[in-house]
């Protein structure tokens, strides 16, 4: 096992922390590059004909699963010297084993991402089933439509997707019936290589989008990014290898800063950009936070006196993140007054609010598009909007976490409220926080493993 896997099976491993709350967190951490990048990245890797370079990696555990998935196919990657880079040598792809691959079975969704890739690499790809975060339905219809348009041949069997290309691929136009991140990730990685043009319309443009495409250019690809969502893309015989840092994650960022807020504290996030976090600075300081940005990163900080209730929904960029919002919620129950959240973006992402209930927070869901912009959502019986009432002085509880974004949030609620809480699960945290009680120790936090 490398030093990188042991790291994040130290983390993946403790399942059960019993947190003491009422400490304001203060401190530094830093995030390095973007959950929701790096694996794409070392996905793109796979088209190439050289070796690629990706810095800026975290400790996470969905970078272990690809890397795993990558190797079975043949990709040899190995750490580079700097403790935070990993070379891809894709010169030996091959047709992974099938019971291999099924062992990755719900594990993460970026299997689905290296259909392109291995559809270029050797006209087939068996794609196990998807795992990810338990957030709504999450169905890959996008995906496989676009599939077909490039000339796949897509076959469901009950162990996976089955997909080939008996007649290549080819350049072709799609229009998203929504900006869906992985979709537009998908037609990206498959049309670079496809003959001839592909014009994406209705595509997702979010900062790991366009950081993917800026890896793709350097390996080659012809890329264009118009306006209103339209993403243009010239297809090459043969694409070579990068050199890449990534974005950093602004997710990450965003979760320590609500962190900071929740608990009345102050945290120093290194390397965060103001690029990327411009929507979310705009939430902050509506709400009452404060926040300093450097050269080498963003200080977020409680300024003492009251926080400010407000209204809004998640969106796709740019617009508020619907990863930011499970943390801020847990900001949001600080607040003097009612908050309105509406979630247009996942249709079962407000299920860890009944937890934050048992806390002490008032909170209630409704399935009524609670927003300005009536959503997909609204008239299908989803719970997507939640009313926030606040300040509520929070107390200890044992919860139990539901997935990646809720499960961070519970830890922040759990250090905002007074008294002992125990948290189940948390295991599920490092698959996109990394090294999570690591730097919750290093903010003062009181976090033990339960024996
Ligand atoms: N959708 C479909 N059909 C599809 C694909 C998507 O209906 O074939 C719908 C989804 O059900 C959802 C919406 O489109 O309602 C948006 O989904 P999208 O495809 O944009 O999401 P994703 O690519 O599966 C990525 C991130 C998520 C992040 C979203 C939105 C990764 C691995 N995951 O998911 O991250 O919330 O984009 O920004 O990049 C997280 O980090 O905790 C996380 C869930």
Known sequence: MSERSEAVSHHSTVDTLVVSGGTPLV????VRGAKNLV???MVAAVLGDYPSVLSNVPQIRDVEIVRNLLELHGVTVADGEAADTLVLD?????????P?????????????????????????????????????????????????????????????????????LTGTKIEL??????????????????????ELRNAAVEPEIIDLICVLQKMGAIISIDTDRIIRITGVERLGGYIHEAVPDRMEAGSW????????????VRNARQVDLMTFLNVYRRVGGAFQVTADGIRFWHPGGKLDALALETDVHPGFMT????????????ATGLSIVHETVYENRLGYADALVRLGAHIQVYSECLGATPCRFGRRNFSHSAVISGPSSLHG???????????????????????????????????GYEAFLTKLEDLGAQVEPAC
């Open 177 to 198: 019936a929504y900006p869906s991140v992985g979709t537009t990730e998908q037609v990206l990685l498959t049309a670079v290589r496809a003959q001839g043009v592909t």
């Open 100 to 168: 291999d691959i099924e062992v990755h079975a719900g594990a993460s969704r970026i299997p689905i991402l290296l259909c392109g890739p291995l559809l270029h690499r050797l006209g087939h790809a068996f794609i196990p089933d998807l795992g990810g975060c338990k957030i709504g339905d999450r169905p890959i219809n996008f995906h496989l439509d676009a599939l077909r348009q490039f000339g796949a041949v897509v076959e469901k069997r009950p162990e996976g997707l089955h997909i080939s290309a008996p007649r290549g």
């Open 323 to 334: 990863d930011w919002q499970q943390p801020l919620v847990v900001a949001l129950t600080q």
């Open 257 to 268: 800063a609500c962190a900071a807020l929740a608990t009345g504290g102050e945290v120093f």
């Open 90 to 98: 894709p010169s030996r792809v091959e047709q992974a084993a099938l």
């Open 27 to 30: 401190g530094e951490v830093a």
């Open 39 to 41: 694996p794409k990245a």
């Open 397 to 431: 509880a044992d919860l139990r976490v539901p997935d990646l974004r809720g499960g961070f949030s519970y830890l922040i609620a759990a250090l905002a409220a007074q008294g002992r809480s125990t948290v189940h699960g948390v295991g599920i945290i490092a698959r």
